[in-house]
């Protein structure tokens, strides 16, 4: 029998000198401070509401985005959707990996219900290396008609491939483990293929001046916040609108 068992039926009190438990009080401490977690973590991630005078709006004398431009992206979703929502990123970019969560769910919730059409930009800084290899595979894998399934890949496995010496050994194993035409990837890997592509898209973004990736826009109006609470709530606003507007 343990000392706590035999004490607790004996009656006998801790011997002098020697403190009680206190694991009842760290271990009500310890629910305490996860349960503030969760609620801050619900705070900062909760979608505010749609008429929160928080959410962004367009700039004053805003034009609506060229649409035109959209050619040079890579898009899915209703091309005559109500709202468009355009990111420009870096797949080496740790936080467009972490906005591409936020992107995925908007293509589950809005695009494929045919709300929202996404466009996602190339925009490879300088300062990553990998970034142009890894848009080309996504370009690559497009052309057998899995871009966002590679798209998504290469945001989930950032940590993989971005440091790496042969980052197109890396996409080419992704491309047999997706059942992509292994000769028909590398070969469009080995010719760069996209290069022009992908550089047509960092123009755009600079032709818009773009400074930081992700930059994500609802139609014309840009997120300070880029994630899945601001981003849903200006959706629904923008989709309110149109509604009315009808």
Known sequence: MGEAKRRKKTGDTAPKGQPRSQ????????????ALVIAIVYVITAPPEPTSDDLPTASENAKPFPSQLDQYGVSVGDPDAPVV???FADYQCPACQQFSSAAKQLKNTYVDKGQVRFVYFDFPLPQHDNAVPAAMAARCAGDQDNYWAMHDRLFANQIEWSGSDQPAEIFERYAREMGLESRRFERCMDTQLHLEDVEQSRQIAVQLQIARTPTVLVDNIRLSRPGWGQLSAVVERELAEEQSAN
């Open 23 to 34: 694991k009842p009080l760290i271990i009500g401490l310890g629910a305490g401070v996860v």
């Open 85 to 87: 929502v355009r990111e």
